[in-house]
């Protein structure tokens, strides 16, 4: 098949996504796929050669990479040549209605809020993963954490806060600690911070206010960091997550070495099953198609609380659905192919 991976974008995951982008491409080829590899933001504005000649160009060894920090999304949109306010560079579009499939490689706002799916549902373009609306649900970390509530599924107390620099004296005084800060509709852990204190809390809501939109604080859990994939509406093995230092940051995520990641998590099989059925009832009630991946704390009693849903989940070379594949006798080729076959089946089905 021809199939386009769309990377990059105007996010401060685009970093994260341009490492899954190689990837997947180098994998799509190795299976005998011809594949172009596209930033949803640059397009075609730095290549001269025809659109045609994407599908058999190398692939960019610097996006490998990621970075220790976020990028400057100024200064991403100050190299753009192409001054226009559409989120798709110049050629994106057209390259994509050539081929047979959109691989979304899109991590992060832009690209996984369901804005690029619905676009390319009205085009008639299959693209991987779920739907437009079930990926902007998820996106939403308070309408994720309702619907779950409202399942009987255990999820941290939160809440909503859109405030201004004025609001936040009081608020550090007012919200209970230890609580996280998190952007509501973020991800790669891009501005999360932990608050045990007044001033810590202080901190991380003046550093969330760059994000422009709503944030959601929700009471700090004790526990064990465990996630757990789906694929094709199964369970893959859980994941325990134990940064050498910290929490479970950017950096954390993304630099080799820098968390140990255990798959199979070392629990028992009770709770292996819990967290398994949990992460796919999620999935199926935030109406996910192929694959994702929830992310939860496991308390000092064995309790799973959910923390949010990935509908992209990373497929970097330390990220962690790729490695749960792996668990099961999965390789990364054969994963990226089975995401793009069973994502085709999903689009013929209307899901």
């Not at 172009?36 to 190398?58: K, M, T």
């Not at 706002?109 to 739907?131: F, H, K, N, W």
């Not at 992310?295 to 609380?305: A, K, S």
């Amino acid at each position: 098949m021809k199939i386009v991976v769309i990377a990059g974008g105007l996010s401060p995951e685009r970093n994260v996504s341009l490492s899954s982008g190689v990837m997947i491409a180098e994998a799509l080829r190795s299976r005998g796929h011809r594949t172009a590899l596209v930033d949803l933001y640059f397009g075609l504005e730095d290549w001269s050669g025809a659109p045609e000649d994407l599908y058999e160009a190398p692939l960019p060894e610097a996006w490998r990479r990621v970075d220790h920090a976020a990028p400057d999304l100024s200064e991403v949109k100050a190299r753009r040549r192409w001054q226009s306010e559409s989120q798709f560079g110049p050629g994106v579009l057209e390259l994509c209605a050539g081929a047979d499939a959109a691989f979304l490689a899109l991590h992060g706002a832009c690209g996984e809020d369901g804005r690029v799916q619905a676009a390319l549902d009205l085009m008639g373009i299959p693209y991987t993963g779920s739907g437009h609306l079930a990926s902007a649900i998820a996106m939403d970390k308070d309408l994720t954490k309702r619907l779950a509530a409202q399942a009987g599924i255990a999820t941290s107390p939160w809440r909503i806060l859109t405030y201004t620099r004025s609001d936040i004296p009081a608020l550090s005084q007012e919200l209970e600690l230890p609580c996280v800060v998190k952007p509501m509709d973020g991800g790669s852990s891009i501005g999360v911070a932990i608050a045990h204190t007044p001033q810590e809390l202080s901190d991380a809501l003046e550093q969330d206010l760059a994000f422009g939109g709503p944030v959601l604080v929700e009471r700090y859990l004790q526990g064990r960091e465990i996630q757990v994939g789906v694929l094709e509406d199964r369970a893959l093995p859980s994941i325990e997550i134990i940064p050498k230092q910290g929490f479970y940051d950017y950096e954390n995520k993304y630099q080799p070495g820098a968390a140990e990641e255990v798959c199979p998590a070392p629990v028992d099989p009770e709770l292996e099953r819990r967290l398994g059925e949990t992460a796919l009832a999620v999935h199926r009630l935030l109406g996910l198609a192929v694959y994702s991946r929830t992310d939860f704390i496991v308390d000092g009693e064995g309790t799973p609380w959910l923390l949010e849903s990935n509908t992209l989940p990373g497929m970097t070379p330390t990220s962690l659905l790729p490695q749960e594949a792996a668990a099961v006798g999965i390789g990364y080729p054969e994963l990226c192919e089975r995401i793009l076959t069973a994502s085709l089946e999903a689009r013929r089905a209307g899901r």
